[in-house]
């Protein structure tokens, strides 16, 4: 299995990223899957969730209308959407399915 992400880099307050993760070794389609964030100290923290289908998402509070997630099963993709972002959403964000797998992370750094 593995889960490779990529799309961070720096961004000003305000702005756009989009996230991808690239998944391969394990039937896509058949699996939730998630998007976690982590900064320094602190316990990785849910961002958002979608079903196998994509016919159902979840979020943490703290992104609730300027984050979405969705997946394209041809492609073996999930994507994590993130608008009107804030400082406080400097952190690595992983990949991760719930058969247990995590992606290495990609580090997306909020600041003017």
């Known amino acids: 299995v593995q889960l490779v992400e990529s799309g961070g880099g720096l961004v000003q307050p305000g702005g756009s990223l989009r996230l991808s993760c690239a998944a391969s070794?394990?039937?896509?389609?058949?699996?939730?899957m998630r998007w976690y964030r982590q900064t320094p100290g602190k316990e990785r923290e849910l961002v958002a969730g979608?079903?196998?289908?994509?016919?159902?998402?979840n979020y943490g509070d703290s992104v609730k209308g300027r984050f979405t997630i969705s997946r394209d099963s041809a492609k073996n993709t999930v994507y994590l959407q993130m608008n009107s972002l804030k400082p406080e959403d400097t952190a690595v964000y992983y990949c991760?399915?719930?058969?247990?797998?995590w992606g290495q992370g990609t580090q997306v750094t909020v600041s003017s």
């Open positions: 979608i079903s196998s289908t994509g016919g159902s998402t």
């Open positions: 070794g394990f039937t896509f389609s058949s699996y939730a």
């Open positions: 991760y399915t719930v058969i247990g797998y």
